[in-house]
């Protein structure tokens, strides 16, 4: 047998490490090369995935859109709770358009306030700081006079207030400061409040008009609606007016709240009365 030397073992030993370091290589590689096609295969399967997914939810959201039509039964049920819903609201309408009939019928029913019991009422202006007024329970409607002064007023004319041949009240009266200034025109010489009505005045010691000072002001109570009120311009021509018997008066059934004047001391400088109406 053939004796191997140290230096053959050697290169013997060194060969063998040799093969043994490429074929580690070799696997190394190998391995590298299959974590690779792994992590590869791996992203496509994900990306497929997520390709995947994505159509599944177009095709839920496209289901989701789509109205779906309900099956006949259920179409039958809708149509017929439409039905009753549409048949209850023509009858709460019905029933809401009979009430607004039966209000107005109401309404049109109520018969309107007019004079009653109407008295021409002689009344003394020549007196100094004195009232003078219509009877209780009776309101202001005309001014009888014969010249352009207090003096020369002579009568007052007062009429009740009644509906449906009842008297209403006027009470709860007040005292309104009248202010007609001879050198500046005024509309506020009226009473103040809803349904308040002049019922007389207070003159103080002198005969032009800024010596009326104040009014009696009445509440009519128990009136059926809210007045309707407007500014009578035709007391313009009658308070200018100094014919003996002259009438300034309102209107048929109206009541007087106040009065507009221009500047100056004479009747003549009243040019409308404020005067409200209950038609019913």
Same mark, same amino acid.
């Given at each position: #047998? ?14 063998? $490490? ?14 590298k090369i299959a974590r690779k096609r792994k992590a590869a295969a791996d992203a496509k399967a994900l990306k497929? *995935? /997520? *390709?995947? &997914? ?5 095709? %839920? ?31 709460? &309408? ?11 019928? #109401? ?14 009422? %002689?009344?003394?202006? #020549?007196?100094?700081?004195?009232? /003078? ?55 506020? &010489? ?28 009445? *509440? ?18 009658? #308070? ?36 409200? $109406?209950?038609?019913?």
């Amino acid at each position: #047998m053939k004796q191997v030397t140290a230096d053959e073992h050697a290169a013997k030993n060194t060969k063998a $490490a040799k093969r043994a370091a490429h074929r580690a290589a070799i696997e190394m590689r190998k391995k590298k090369i299959a974590r690779k096609r792994k992590a590869a295969a791996d992203a496509k399967a994900l990306k497929e *995935k /997520q *390709k995947a &997914n994505e159509g599944i939810l177009k095709r %839920k959201q496209k289901t989701l859109n789509k109205p779906s039509a309900p099956p006949k039964k259920q179409q039958k049920k809708q149509s017929q709770a439409q039905t009753e819903k549409d048949a209850a609201a023509a009858v709460a &309408n019905a029933a809401k358009n009979a009430v607004k009939k039966i209000k107005k019928a #109401m309404k049109e029913d109520v018969p309107p306030v007019v004079w009653a019991g109407c008295k021409k009422i %002689k009344v003394n202006f #020549m007196q100094k700081n004195q009232w /003078q007024v219509c009877p209780p329970n009776m309101l202001l409607t005309a001014i009888h006079h014969s010249g352009q002064t207090l003096n020369k007023v002579s009568h007052i004319t007062c009429c009740k207030a009644s509906q449906n041949k009842k008297t209403l009240s006027a009470s709860s009266c007040t005292v309104k400061s009248l202010k007609f200034d001879p050198k500046v025109g005024s509309n506020s &010489n009226v009473c103040s409040g809803a349904n308040n009505f002049m019922a007389g005045f207070y003159k103080t010691g002198c005969t032009t008009l800024n010596c009326l000072t104040k009014a009696k002001c009445c *509440k009519l109570k128990g009136t059926p609606s809210k007045a309707s009120c407007s500014w009578n311009t035709a007391w313009q021509q009658t #308070m200018a007016a100094t014919k003996k018997g002259t009438k300034s008066s309102a209107n048929s059934d109206s009541f007087i709240v106040g009065f507009k004047n221009t500047p100056g001391t004479k009747l003549a400088a009243v040019i409308a009365a404020r005067e409200c $109406a209950f038609s019913g």
